[in-house]
């Protein structure tokens, strides 16, 4: 159950402390910079792939296994499928890119059972160095999930269970961009 009073005001509000008739200011709003990408829990890689691409034309930019910490280390070229299922060597995510959004399909394994309302992994925004320095700490401090903590990213999971990815501006993503 999520407890309201542990949020803090609207950025601009300001908001009584008890019956002492002193005031808080809420801080600024974080500035979200842009979406990196959507994250999509899948069962097999190479029929979302299959699906994506020729549904909505997306291209495959990449692929990864996710390394024991947490980053992703790259698929080597020639890749194949087939052989990597044969050989237990299955990449971990691919990442697909249109003109408009970068998706992350993140394989979840044959025999787990994906729910159709948990589907969505995680998103993920880039903030600049005061956003991203104010958000780690306002994460720290209400003490919520941190799933990775890194110089330049952050991931948690908020109150409602939904798993965010934020990452410097400048730091440079997993994956190319155009």
């Known amino acids: 159950m999520v407890d309201e009073n542990e949020f803090l005001p609207v950025a601009g509000e300001r908001t009584p402390i008890g019956d002492t008739g002193a005031v808080i200011a809420a801080p600024h709003a974080i500035q979200l910079r842009a ?3 959507v994250a999509i829990r899948v069962n097999e890689l190479e029929k979302a792939e ?5 549904f909505f034309g997306m291209t495959i930019i990449g ?3 996710l390394g024991p910490k947490g980053g992703y280390q790259p698929v080597a070229a020639g890749y194949d499928p087939r052989t990597a299922y ?3 060597r299955e990449a971990d ?3 697909l890119r249109s003109e408009a959004l970068t998706f992350v399909l ?3 394994g044959r025999g787990d059972r994906v729910e159709t309302n948990a589907v969505l992994d ?3 925004v880039d903030v600049d160095i005061h956003g991203f320095t104010e958000l780690r700490g306002e994460v720290l401090m209400r003490n919520f999930d941190v799933l990775m903590l890194a110089p330049e990213a952050l991931t948690f999971r908020d109150p409602f269970g939904v ?3 934020v990452t410097l501006d400048d730091a440079g993503d997993a994956f190319p961009r155009p």
């Open 86 to 88: 044969a050989t237990n």
């Open 35 to 37: 979406l990196n990408h």
């Open 63 to 65: 692929r990864a296994y």
């Open 163 to 165: 798993v965010w990815e």
């Open 50 to 54: 299959t699906f994506y691409t020729s």
């Open 122 to 124: 995680h998103i993920s």
């Open 93 to 95: 995510v691919t990442f």
């Open 106 to 108: 993140r394989r979840m």
